[in-house]
């Protein structure tokens, strides 16, 4: 022997559970430690909650069929089998047969549903001096846990370069536990934002560009930007999205509030009321019109805003209407609470509005005048949202939503019998699908889709608690929420990733979906631009003198 001391081992590892070895006592000591930290992100660092009985990352067989339920889409649901194999739905049809190396999970009296899609998210984002405090990781790990299986996440520039915004969100995202896209945001207009914006488009998967009409001074952008950027995305396929408010107004409103001494929660809903948010709806939408491009509308928040969108919609301008989960299940009294920190988790942007903004926001969905939900998942913590305690201007805006969302809108829309179980696949997967060029890949159970299911028991339980989510932030904008109805089973990429309760994901499986230009919405545009130039009745031919 030369000193160094060996010892007889026995590896607590996943895949070599009870394999004895010889190490050095060096090499031992450093094993342990490394199972220590990996025990310790597994057992909350990162807001996961795994079976601490079992082995996280235990293998997983590549086939599933799952049975006895009641398969739901957008357009029909039926009593089916579904047998999943490498990753993809390979066949939906009652009674399938299978070999003994299926894992068989049994459905019978729940939906089988496509997994949630998040059109509205905002991971590991840098804003109002600090950055959102979920990553890919941690922020699409409670997704899963609520049924949410793909989220499409905004990029954005840096100093106003959108190349090298796209760049770091790649290299954010290589943390990833599930599917995801991005949406570009663009906050200034020259040449090379007009070139990059072609390359992302053609190259890397990018087919939806967001303008701010708010944040003076950081992200917004004027009207002669916006209408460049209308004109090339328009060229480009791509989908113009805008953040509805006049950021003028909420500048001038904000000073106007905050000098009548109203520094609390409070004024930040009292500066930017829903009137603004309307008026930038509808110039937003006639800009849109104007150039003859389609509009998604994010987060709106007000009947100011839904008038807009809902008479736009009856002229038959092609405008998307994205309402979220705050704003359908909730009303501004928070924002008046006298405890800072409770009122101040519900600051965001449009703010939660006045009660019956909500409810009717709940009826527009129902009726197909709005068409999905999104979340605004855009996650601070206490401590984050404490740098404004003195100046609601300061408050970081944001929520959270992406693991509730699921919850929310089936106990707001399906509980309450506002729409029909197919109507909230539609709600919360389809139509995102389909609104940015990805279905029925992504947002339907159909042979050759992407195996992204959830399994929602309608007899179970769900309360919402910070206490028992899975982000990192240390409060819940729907604490206490109790409701009928309970997501049991997560399937992302053909695993269980969320059953009963315990989480199993792995980090850096996530895959990027690149998302094709000239979607559903762009379909004929050609033809309404001719159809244009022919009513001008021009030029006219007049006579030379």
Known sequence: MTGRVYVRAELADCSRRGRVVIVPLQLLQLLILLQLVLSAVADGICGLDVDKEGCQ????????????????NADRQQQADVYIEDGLIRLVAQNIKVSDDVRIIDATGKFVMPGGIDPHTHMEMPFM????????FTGQAAALAGGTTMHIDFALPIDGDIAAGYESYVK???????????????????????????????????????????????????????????????????????????????????????????????GHALSRPSLLEGEATGRAIKLAQFVNTPLYVVHVMSTDALDEISRARAAGVRVVGEPVASGLAL???????????TASKYVMSPPIRPAGHGEALQAALANGVLQLVGTDHCAFNSKQKAAGKSDFRLIPNGVNGIEERMHIVWDLMVNSGRVSVMDYVRITSTACAQIFNIYPQKGAILPGSDADIIIMNPKGNTRISAETHHSTIDTNIYE??????????????????????????????????????????????DKLDSAQLKAFRAPVQRAVE
């Open 480 to 525: 206490g929420w109790s409701m009928k109805g309970n997501i049991e089973t997560t399937i992302s990429q053909g695993k269980v990733v969320w059953d009963k309760g315990h989480l199993n994901v792995e980090r850096g499986v996530g895959r990027y979906i690149p998302l094709p230009p000239f979607g559903p919405l762009f379909d004929g545009l």
């Open 331 to 341: 009303n501004d009294s928070v924002l008046w609470d006298p405890d800072f920190m």
């Open 57 to 72: 990352w235990e293998q997983q067989t590549s086939k599933l069929l799952i049975t006895g339920g009641i398969v739901v």
């Open 172 to 266: 954010k995202a290589e943390k990833s536990c599930m599917d995801y896209s991005f949406h570009m945001a663009v906050t200034t207009w020259n040449d090379n934002v007009a070139k990059d914006m072609e390359n992302l488009v053609k190259e890397k998967g990018i087919n939806s560009f967001k303008f701010f009409l708010a944040y003076k001074g950081s992200l917004m952008v004027t009207d002669e930007q916006f209408l460049q950027g209308l004109r090339k995305c328009k060229e480009l396929g791509a989908l113009a999205q805008v953040h509805a408010e006049n950021g003028d107004a909420v500048a001038e409103g904000q000073a106007r509030i905050f000098a009548q001494g109203i520094t609390g929660p409070e």
């Open 129 to 136: 001096g600090t950055q959102t405090s979920d990553d890919f």
